[in-house]
């Protein structure tokens, strides 16, 4: 019978741990399968954005045929919700970044932090029906109205009562931490809904991004603008004109009142595919989108003015 050498089965031990400890390395370690021009991945978007994203990612499609953004548009909450749940979520596009106690979480659970940057200014656009005369408003006239406290008992038509960004911003922004009178505050599941119920209702005052109606290049939106308005709220800091509507212009300015930042936040410790995206929406391409939309670019674009026969 063979003696068995200790010192060959301490050496045997060793590797068998290394083994393992490899194998559970691999099994732990992300396989990359895309880059910033290639491969397919599913992100999450406010639906508040649908629109103008929509048209970002056909033209970064068009720019990279190998790529795929497969967008998933659904209320604010449910974006987050995403990016902390499903682990094919690479990316959400919405109306804040992270707050110091989420990014301590995701670098805690992720090993390191997301990256968080805003790409532009929206708007939310108060809309009423073409026949209704009443178009101006104040912010303490719109909260009056939400909490149900306006003469007319208009109805309020948001995009969800709970969990969407346009709602949060009411609370926060209009509401300053109150509660809405749900009497008069009406839910339905998106934006387009909400457009098309003012179309329906003389009695009814809506609230949605500028991204669903303020784009006059847009055909279907031009279309919506014969049966609805877009109301004024008053500006704060304004001398010559008291109310202003939701342009290009004011948004930039901060002269309209409901103003709100784009976020996208991405979940990526490489450069992939979100990486890749999110980089053309902060840049130039990105930036003329958002601003061809009728948004407002974080980018500063020079404006020229020249006869079509001169020399630059």
């Given amino acids: 019978m063979y003696k068995i050498n200790s010192a060959f089965i ?79 979520n690479r990316m959400i596009i919405v109306t804040r970044g992270l707050n110091r106690k989420e990014s301590r979480f995701y670098t805690d659970s992720l090993n390191y932090t997301p990256v968080s940057n805003r790409i ?84 009814a005052v809506g609230l949605t991004g500028i991204s669903w109606i303020g784009n006059p290049e847009d055909s279907a939106q031009v279309n919506m603008l014969k049966k609805i308005k877009i109301a004024y709220v008053q500006c704060g800091v304004c001398d010559s004109t008291p109310y202003v509507k939701p342009t290009q212009q004011s948004i930039l300015t901060k002269r309209y009142p409901l103003v709100r930042g784009l976020y996208y936040i991405v979940k990526e410790n490489y450069s992939g595919l979100g990486s890749g995206f999110a980089e053309f929406l902060n840049y130039e391409r990105g930036q003329l989108i958002f601003r061809r939309a009728y948004l407002g670019p974080i980018m500063d674009f020079d404006i020229r003015q020249v006869r079509i026969n001169e020399k630059l």
């Fill in 120 to 203: 532009a200014w929206d708007a939310i656009a108060i809309v009423t029906n073409k026949n209704n005369n009443d178009t101006l408003y104040t912010l303490e006239s719109l909260k009056q109205l939400l909490q149900g406290k306006a003469g007319d008992k208009k109805k309020v038509v948001f995009d969800g009562l709970s969990a969407t960004s346009t709602v949060r911003f009411a609370v926060d922004s209009i509401l300053h931490g109150g509660n809405f009178d749900t009497s008069v505050v009406k839910a339905v599941k998106t934006s387009k809904e909400v457009l098309e119920y003012i179309a329906s209702n003389t009695d």
């Fill in 10 to 88: 301490f050496i045997a031990a060793i590797c068998s741990m290394a083994i393992i400890a490899c194998n559970d390395s691999n099994k732990n370690k992300h396989t990359v399968t895309d880059s910033p021009t290639s491969g397919t991945i599913h992100i999450s978007v406010d639906e508040s954005f649908a629109p103008v994203i929509e048209a970002a990612i056909k033209v970064y499609e068009g720019s990279y045929p190998g790529t795929k953004i497969i967008a998933h548009y659904k209320p604010e909450a449910e974006c987050f919700k995403d990016f902390y749940s499903d682990t094919s």
